[in-house]
């Protein structure tokens, strides 16, 4: 199995930036050479897909509501995956969660097995 966890959320005013890291142990990513993804839950919300990122890194994925602000990345070595998120607003503001899939492209939550317990961002006005 993989075990995933997040770090990095807290309190940001508009227009400021965070970094995300999901440290993986367990079955590691490298090895099984899973995509992984990022997710958020607003509050009242369902959870949307954010970024996602091939085994190696050289390919990506993003909804147009992050595109251009967020930057998805992974240090296998590490067994880290990162989400870098610049010119935050404040309807970024949710729960995000880091995910891991066997499969490419996948932009459903259904479709990742495996999840972490996610970290909390607040973007103040």
């Known amino acids: 199995q993989v075990q995933l966890v997040e770090s990095g959320g807290g309190l940001v005013q508009a227009g400021g930036s965070l970094r995300l890291a999901c440290a993986a142990s367990?079955?590691?990513?490298?090895?099984?050479?899973?995509?992984m993804g990022w997710f958020r839950q607003p509050p009242g919300k369902g959870r949307e897909f954010v970024a996602s990122i091939n085994w190696n890194g050289g390919s990506t994925d993003y909804p147009n509501s992050v595109k251009g602000r967020f930057t998805i990345s992974r240090d296998n070595t590490k067994n880290t995956m990162f989400l870098q998120m610049n010119s935050l607003k404040p309807e970024d503001t949710a729960v995000y969660y880091c995910?891991?899939?066997?499969?490419?492209?996948?932009?459903?939550?259904?479709?990742?097995?495996?999840w972490g317990q996610g970290t909390q961002v607040t973007v103040s006005s």
């Open positions: 995910a891991a899939t066997p499969h490419w492209l996948r932009r459903g939550p259904a479709e990742y097995p495996y």
């Open positions: 367990g079955r590691t990513i490298s090895t099984y050479a899973m995509p």
